[in-house]
């Protein structure tokens, strides 16, 4: 069995048109998961074993829609396939039996660990907003966004280790918005290629920067005062989140807290570089991700102790 990433899989009449078992559906998720990002795999050994396959069931969902939104190069073509996406996922939620090997995996999750479906249908909405809306007006359109973008993820990730509380979700809500907000930043010039920018127009505005700048990879001293801002609220969001790890079981406290360091270390790069992210995209080294893994465990290991 051949096994494929999502667009590539939409234009294969054999698999597409196959019938899939659980067993089948549960290899390519957990195919699709360790396939596609070098770091998603060691992450997850950071967790029990036993919700590996899980996290790799809502990792699959959550890479098609992505790529769906991303991968097609035609917006309306998107659009169309994420509203499929988001057809099989409400009736999966309505009692069809599904036959896309992802719903198939991802179903025994939900009936495991009873999900509601708001999770999902907003991280579809994320993707579908990406194809209409490519400005925003103010954090507070910022951060509506990473609502949808970010926040479901880290809830599902607490839902799946038995937390649902409102008090520990406010606290992931700041750190997967946090997370959005740095890999924004970083990916600046990566999104004027697809005309989408996450700055909001009144931090331009306020600091008198034109989006021409932007788009003729001008790094102005206004616009070195817009990031100078952008990196200090995500900043203060990683912050506001950083308690998250000392109110989860261990393993789940170490993924938080590396997650965590790993946004804020990319602003620190940005920081290094004068905040210019139009001429060179900041970026963590392999020897930078070891350190922050064994800060994060030595950081957990005292919190323990005492």
Same mark, same amino acid.
């Not at 899980?54 to 994420?82: H, M, Q």
């Given at each position: ?7 590539? !899989? ?282 922050? !893994? ?13």
């Amino acid at each position: 069995m051949e096994l494929l990433q999502p667009i590539p !899989f939409l234009r294969s009449p054999e698999a597409s048109g196959r019938q899939w078992s659980l067993t089948d559906s549960l290899q390519y998720t957990r195919w699709l998961a360790t396939h596609h990002y070098e770091n998603f795999h060691v992450v997850s050994l950071l967790l029990p074993k036993r919700l590996h396959q899980d996290f790799f069931n809502v990792y699959a969902f959550c890479r098609w829609a992505d790529d769906l939104g991303d991968e097609t190069g035609d917006p309306e073509e998107s659009l169309r396939l994420l509203e499929w996406w988001r057809g099989e996922l409400r009736a999966l939620y309505a009692g069809d039996p599904p036959s896309h090997p992802v719903f198939v995996a991802l179903a025994e999750t939900i009936r495991r660990h009873d999900l509601p479906i708001e999770p999902f249908d907003d991280l579809i909405e994320a993707f579908i907003q990406d194809q209409t809306i490519t400005r925003y007006r103010d954090w507070d359109h910022v951060l509506d966004y990473c609502r949808r973008s970010a926040n479901p993820v880290g809830r599902l990730v607490l839902m799946l280790c038995g937390y649902r509380d409102e008090a520990r979700f406010r606290l992931s809500d700041a750190t997967c918005s946090a997370l959005q907000l740095a890999n924004f930043w970083q990916d600046v010039a990566v999104d004027l290629e697809k005309d989408r920018i996450y700055l909001p127009c009144h931090l331009l505005d306020r600091h008198g920067c034109c989006e021409e700048d932007l788009f003729a990879r001008r790094c102005t001293p206004a616009f070195r005062r817009v990031m100078r801002d952008a990196v200090d609220y995500a900043q203060a969001l990683f912050e506001q989140g950083l308690p998250l790890s000392g109110m989860v079981d261990r393993r789940l406290a170490l993924d938080i807290d590396l997650f965590s360091r790993g946004g804020m270390k990319v602003l620190d790069k940005i920081r290094a570089q004068n905040y210019d992210v139009l001429s060179s995209r900041p970026a963590i080294s392999k020897s930078e991700r070891a350190m922050l !893994f064994l800060r994060s465990l030595a950081r957990l290991a005292f919190r323990r102790a005492a």
